[in-house]
């Protein structure tokens, strides 16, 4: 008998601090016009000073629980999607196992994928269940990007917001995580990075060595072409026709990537799952932001087949196709 891992419930978060397009004016020489007009972005969320990266993909990860049900302490695994995690070590996932009350002596670890983690944190996940590694896997995205934006750039500090979501998993027997499919071309490293880490120091690498530094007009291209393919391959995958899916939950960064992904599925914008407005690219945890708003709205109901996509640095890129 087959078995796989089933999505049991979902849950999001986003700080209270509300930027609007308007504020980015008074920081650097944009226009609310041109944000919207190149992104869709309207306004993104910015945590205050007490709050981390593992504060947020905590509340995300009990809303999930609660959706779901369950005691923590069934929870097995934690795989936390990070790039901005609240220390080097312990990561964020074995800080959640703490605040969350989960299975102590179970499996938690980070994984870091840039925008694309979410995909490979579920894939990871999916995986562990399949071969009987756990039972019960919550897959959180969690990020403050903001931490790691330069406010006088205005290449990157208008696109980037702070959110967390999550989604918890269950083996089952009719298995919810179809396929996933997973790839990485460091190549690309110089169009998409931070400088700093902690393996190479701080001292030789300038003050701006800790924000993200990005050629976003060549990003956009790789991003479009590579998203294209990855839908293609996903679909080719499982034998299953574009006409089939239900929902795209695309990540979101960009108004204009989602769509030329959605044009190329032939799939309506109102098949979409668009948040990117109201909260900016969330990296990591855009995806299961995106579900977790659609699901809670009534648009995706159960038995509905998603399929996630999302591409970031490295370059990296994946996707998902879930029967919900
Ligand atoms: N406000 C006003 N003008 C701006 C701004 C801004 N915030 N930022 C750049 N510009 C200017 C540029 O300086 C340039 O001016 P110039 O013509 O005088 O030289 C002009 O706008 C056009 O710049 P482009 O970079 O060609 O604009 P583009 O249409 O490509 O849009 C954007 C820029 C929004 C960054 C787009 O390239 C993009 O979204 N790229 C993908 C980046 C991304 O999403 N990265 C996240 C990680 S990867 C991922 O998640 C998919």
């Known amino acids: 008998m087959t078995t796989g891992a089933r999505i049991i419930g979902t849950g999001s978060y986003l700080p209270e601090r509300v930027v609007s397009n308007q504020e980015l004016e008074a920081l650097v020489e944009t226009s609310d016009q041109w944000i919207q007009e190149r992104t869709g972005i309207r306004e993104r969320r910015v945590v205050d000073d007490t709050q981390s990266c593992g504060d947020l993909g905590q509340i995300a990860a009990q809303r999930a629980i609660d959706a779901a049900g369950v005691d923590p302490k069934t929870i097995d695994l934690i795989v936390v999607a990070t790039c901005t995690p609240d220390r080097i070590f312990p990561s964020t996932a074995s800080g959640l196992q703490r605040t969350l009350g989960t299975q102590p002596g179970g499996v938690a670890f980070d994984v870091a994928a840039a925008c694309s983690g979410f995909i490979y944190a579920l894939s990871v996940a999916d995986r562990f269940l399949r071969t009987g590694g756990a039972r019960r896997a919550l897959v959180v995205g969690t990020e403050t990007m903001t931490r790691i934006l330069n406010w006088q750039d205005r290449g990157t500090c208008v696109l980037f917001g702070d959110g967390a979501g999550a989604v918890l998993l269950d083996v089952s027997e009719t298995p919810g995580i179809l396929s996933t499919h997973l790839h990485s071309d460091g190549r690309y490293e110089p169009l998409l990075y931070v400088p ?19 050629r976003g007009n060549e990003v956009f291209k790789v991003a479009v072409n590579t998203l294209t393919r990855i839908v293609e ?19 979101q960064a960009n108004i204009r990537i989602i769509q030329a992904t959605a044009k190329k599925l032939e799939l309506p914008m109102d098949r979409v799952v668009v948040t990117v407005g ?40 994946g996707s998902a196709l879930v029967r919900y």
């Open 196 to 214: 700093w880490g902690p393996g190479r120091g701080y001292a030789a690498l300038g003050e701006e060595s800790g924000y993200i530094h990005m």
């Open 233 to 251: 391959e996903s679909l080719a995958a499982a034998g299953i026709d574009k006409h089939e899916v239900d929902w795209l939950v695309p990540h």
């Open 278 to 317: 109201e909260h900016g690219n969330t990296s990591a945890a855009s995806i299961p932001i995106a579900l977790d708003t659609a699901v809670r709205d009534g648009r995706i109901q159960r038995d509905e087949l998603l399929l996630f996509e999302a591409f970031g640095g490295g370059f990296t890129w």
